[in-house]
């Protein structure tokens, strides 16, 4: 059966990007496979703490990690947190494994992929469609759940493509602890007033900001994603929406 047959929804977007250079493949066949999510077809109401070799005090999952630089920023900023990021981009993952393998940080190190240099402990990729595994996670399941810079389909025809929306929801608030959040950022003004639209109809949910500096400013312990720079390089502004699970 093919992937699209057994899914009742379908992953619109790209999965692969430019070649990858041999070392990076390198780091697919070999650092992959550690840090890759087990299979959880078959499994429920998972408690993500169990995926990690150390103890960890929560859990933050990133949906659509991209290139990665957030997720391994934080990760090492914040030893004592378990990460779970998704993706399905295969140059994004391959970029997130050079951060983790310290790849990033030495250069382009040849054969060299082992994770001598590298922190993994804390960081867990599911390389797939985030929807999949969402369902197999128990309720409070994770203390933040991270939608950075979504795919816009900015297309009318297009919006039920778009992450946050009435299918997503609700399992974003199961998954989130009370007083769990939901970080969303984007450049993308209709996505903003979509989102908002949206996540305001839900009473689980609560906005946290108080004033307009607090939609128009990232929060203290920010790190700035790929697709952010692309976007304050070009002037543009992004908003930035926490959403508390009451
Ligand atoms: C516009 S990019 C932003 C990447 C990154 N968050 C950033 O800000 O630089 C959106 C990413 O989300 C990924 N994505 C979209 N839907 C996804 C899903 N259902 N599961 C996993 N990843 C997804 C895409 O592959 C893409 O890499």
Same mark, same amino acid.
């Given at each position: 059966m093919t992937e699209k047959k057994m899914r009742d929804y379908q992953f619109y977007g790209r999965r692969k990007g430019k070649k990858i250079k041999a070392s990076r493949e390198k780091l697919l066949e070999v650092l992959l496979p550690k840090v890759r999510l087990p299979?959880?077809?078959?499994? @429920? #109401?998972?408690?993500?703490?169990? $995926?990690?070799p150390v103890s960890v005090n929560a859990v933050w999952l990133e949906v =659509? $990690?991209? =290139? =990665?630089e957030h997720l391994a920023q934080q990760s090492l900023r914040h030893t004592d947190i378990g990460f779970i990021g998704a993706e399905v981009y295969l140059n994004g993952i391959t970029s997130l494994l050079t951060h983790l393998s310290g790849m990033e940080r030495r250069g382009d190190v040849g054969e060299d992929v082992s994770l001598a240099h590298g922190r993994v402990d804390n960081v867990r990729i599911? #390389?797939? #469609?985030?929807r999949d595994i969402l369902p197999r996670f128990k309720d409070g399941a994770f203390d933040r759940i991270y939608v950075l $810079? !979504? #795919? !816009?389909? !900015?297309?009318k025809r297009h919006?039920?493509?778009?992450?946050? =929306?009435p299918k997503n929801i609700p399992a974003l608030i199961r998954l989130l602890k009370a007083d769990g959040k939901l970080y969303l950022a984007s450049d993308d003004m209709n996505y903003i007033r979509w989102s908002l639209e949206h996540l305001m @109809?839900? !009473?689980?949910?609560?906005?946290?900001?108080?004033?307009a500096q607090d939609w128009r400013c990232p929060p203290k312990d920010w790190v700035e994603t790929r697709y952010e720079q692309k976007a304050l390089a070009k002037g543009k502004k992004p908003i930035y929406l926490i959403f508390k699970r009451k």
């Amino acid at each position: 059966m093919t992937e699209k047959k057994m899914r009742d929804y379908q992953f619109y977007g790209r999965r692969k990007g430019k070649k990858i250079k041999a070392s990076r493949e390198k780091l697919l066949e070999v650092l992959l496979p550690k840090v890759r999510l087990p299979e959880m077809e078959k499994v @429920q #109401d998972v408690d993500p703490v169990s $995926f990690f070799p150390v103890s960890v005090n929560a859990v933050w999952l990133e949906v =659509g $990690f991209g =290139g =990665g630089e957030h997720l391994a920023q934080q990760s090492l900023r914040h030893t004592d947190i378990g990460f779970i990021g998704a993706e399905v981009y295969l140059n994004g993952i391959t970029s997130l494994l050079t951060h983790l393998s310290g790849m990033e940080r030495r250069g382009d190190v040849g054969e060299d992929v082992s994770l001598a240099h590298g922190r993994v402990d804390n960081v867990r990729i599911y #390389d797939n #469609d985030v929807r999949d595994i969402l369902p197999r996670f128990k309720d409070g399941a994770f203390d933040r759940i991270y939608v950075l $810079f !979504p #795919d !816009p389909w !900015p297309k009318k025809r297009h919006a039920d493509r778009r992450f946050i =929306g009435p299918k997503n929801i609700p399992a974003l608030i199961r998954l989130l602890k009370a007083d769990g959040k939901l970080y969303l950022a984007s450049d993308d003004m209709n996505y903003i007033r979509w989102s908002l639209e949206h996540l305001m @109809q839900f !009473p689980e949910l609560e906005w946290t900001a108080q004033t307009a500096q607090d939609w128009r400013c990232p929060p203290k312990d920010w790190v700035e994603t790929r697709y952010e720079q692309k976007a304050l390089a070009k002037g543009k502004k992004p908003i930035y929406l926490i959403f508390k699970r009451k």
